[in-house]
């Protein structure tokens, strides 16, 4: 307000923020595909690629997880902001198996072609040994998907780390009233 009675209309702005529709989604990927893809990342908690624009070697983003005796798992990711086809999974599935990972995960505007959900199907799944589970060894996520609350399908964690220590109580504390 106070810009506009400082300069009139010619403060006239346009504040830009984090994406939170798909919509919103959509205009980023328009505008800007490289910020698109680091936004996305982040909302699967990957860690993105450190490398410059269109050196990636096919690789977006990384996943890390534990399965059985601490070893550590990879999940490579791709992420295409326009329209995608079934040979960007090709290449997908031919990067994680190249690097040796788990899992690969398209991320994408679009909705998955029939030709696309077959292509990811036959890559199989990954038998996580430690956590005796089943995850598709190559997914298809949307920002839909994505924005409705669905993740990665992978091995995971999800209780606390730390066993809670038990509570000590002195002998002190065991007879004498506090008041």
Do not use: C
Not at 20 to 31: F, M, N, P, R
Not at 167 to 179: C, I, W
Request: charged share 30%; proline share 6%; net charge neutral.
């Amino acid at each position: 307000m106070r810009l506009k009675d400082r300069f009139g209309d010619a403060a006239a702005f346009k504040v830009v923020g984090e994406p939170v529709s798909l919509d919103d989604a959509a205009e980023l990927a328009k505008s800007d595909p490289y910020q698109f893809q680091w936004w996305a990342l982040g909302l699967v908690g990957a860690r993105p690629v450190d490398e410059k624009k269109g050196a990636d070697k096919g690789i977006d983003g990384r996943v890390y997880f534990q399965d059985e005796k601490g070893a550590a798992k990879e999940i490579i990711l791709s992420v295409k902001a326009g329209k995608t086809q079934v040979s960007h999974l090709r290449d997908l599935r031919g990067v994680f198996e190249r690097e040796g990972a788990e899992i690969g995960v398209l991320i994408s505007m679009d909705e998955p072609t029939k030709p696309m959900r077959a292509e990811a199907a036959d890559a199989g799944i990954y038998s996580s040994p430690g956590w005796n589970s089943k995850h598709p060894r190559l997914q298809l996520l949307t920002i839909s998907d994505i924005l409705a609350g669905k993740g990665i399908d992978y091995p995971h964690q999800t209780a606390s780390t730390f066993k809670k220590a038990p509570k000590h109580e002195s002998e002190q504390a065991k007879s004498e009233p506090l008041f």
